[in-house]
Nanobody, 123 residues
Framework: QVQLVESGGGLVQAGGSLRLSCAAS????????MGWFRQAPGKERDFVAV????????EYADIVKGRFTISRDNAKNTVYLQMNNLKPEDTAVYYC????????????????WGQGTQVTVSS
């Protein structure tokens, strides 16, 4: 089973940018689709973005389209989430996850999860 560790979270002002990273270890990374989810206090874990193992296909939640970009470097076993024009409502713990399935937006389709990284956007 692949192990995932997120990094890159922090405090940023509205309109700012952050880039999250998710490093994988323990198993071959290239065969997994990789997703990002987020969970705000008192809310459910929501889908943010997903990328296929080849990197050729991506999907985004409507609320982040045009602002967030998911990418991956299979040689470095790392997936990224570039977040631009951040808004206070983007504040949440962000999780990366790995799935054997093709591009999937449901959390139930993911096999492995990281511990999360906090993103806080101030107004």
């Amino acid at each position: 089973q692949v192990q995932l560790v997120e990094s890159g979270g922090g405090l940023v002002q509205a309109g700012g940018s952050l880039r999250l990273s998710c490093a994988a270890s323990g198993q071959s990374f290239a065969g997994y689709s990789m997703g990002w989810f987020r969970q705000a206090p008192g809310k459910e874990r929501d889908f943010v973005a997903v990328i296929s193992w080849s990197g050729k296909r991506t999907e985004y939640a409507d609320i982040v389209k045009g602002r967030f970009t998911i990418s991956r470097d299979n040689a470095k076993n790392t997936v990224y989430l570039q977040m631009n024009n951040l808004k206070p409502e983007d504040t949440a713990v962000y999780y990366c996850a790995a799935s054997f399935l093709s591009v999937v937006i449901s959390a139930s389709g993911y096999k492995s999860w990281g511990q999360g990284t906090q993103v806080t956007v101030s107004s």
